[in-house]
């Protein structure tokens, strides 16, 4: 079970941070990602942090966004600079494929 | 980037007719290729990978094939809980992307 927090209103050039609380298992030994979803772009996958911490990114969204993980809260974790309207959307946390939240909206308005 | 590409975008169906979804890759995958089922207001769930392997409790109607750069799902038997988006996703390289959906409705 996957459970997202965090703000679902911001301004233009805030910071996004969501935690992603994992329950009934354990981060250590998996993939955990962001996905988000838009009705233009679709489900556009924004990375992955192992529980080692290694990260890899989209490289489209890889100059604003970190990864990172809490293997003794079983929590991982988004950060993403300078956000706009363009990074309005549905965000899931996931450990690919068959693990997902069920997501939560982030709207970016002035 | 690789990019997926699902036909059709929406399909009408009937209740016990069959339903085919293609998705294509723009370079070959292998069978690097899973399936997801979404209904709204709900996460995607995860029905196939490997292009074909169902994931645990997914019906037997639901079956996937293909390699390389082709891939299809198909529904035999179309029941009422079927009616939803289905998506695409290569898992071959990084990023991994996704299909743009097909919408399956009555």
């Known amino acids: 079970h996957l459970q997202e927090s965090g703000p679902g209103l911001l301004r233009p050039s805030d910071t996004l941070s969501l935690t992603c609380s994992v329950s009934d298992g354990s981060v250590v030994g998996h993939h955990w990602s962001w996905i988000r979803q838009t009705p233009g772009k679709g489900l556009e996958w924004i990375g992955y942090v192992f529980s080692s911490g290694n990260t890899d990114y989209n490289p489209s969204l890889k100059s604003r966004v970190t990864i990172s993980v809490d293997t003794s809260k079983n929590q991982f974790s988004l950060k993403m600079t300078s956000v706009t309207a363009a990074d309005t959307a549905l965000y899931f946390c996931?450990?690919?494929?068959?693990?997902w939240s069920q997501g939560t909206m982030v709207t970016v308005s002035s | 980037d690789i990019q997926m590409t699902q036909s059709p975008f929406s399909l009408s169906a009937s209740i016990g007719g069959r339903v085919t979804i293609t998705c294509r890759a723009s370079q070959s995958i292998g069978t690097s290729l899973n399936w997801y089922q979404q209904k709204p207001g709900k996460a995607p769930k995860f029905l196939i990978h490997g292009a074909s392997t169902f994931q645990h409790g997914v019906p037997s109607r639901f079956s996937g094939s293909g390699s390389g750069t082709n891939f299809t799902l198909t529904i035999r038997g179309l029941q009422p809980e079927d009616f939803a988006v289905y998506f695409c996703q290569q898992n071959y390289t990084t990023p991994w992307t996704f299909g743009q959906g097909t919408k399956v409705e009555n």
């Open positions: 996931a450990g690919l494929p068959s693990l």
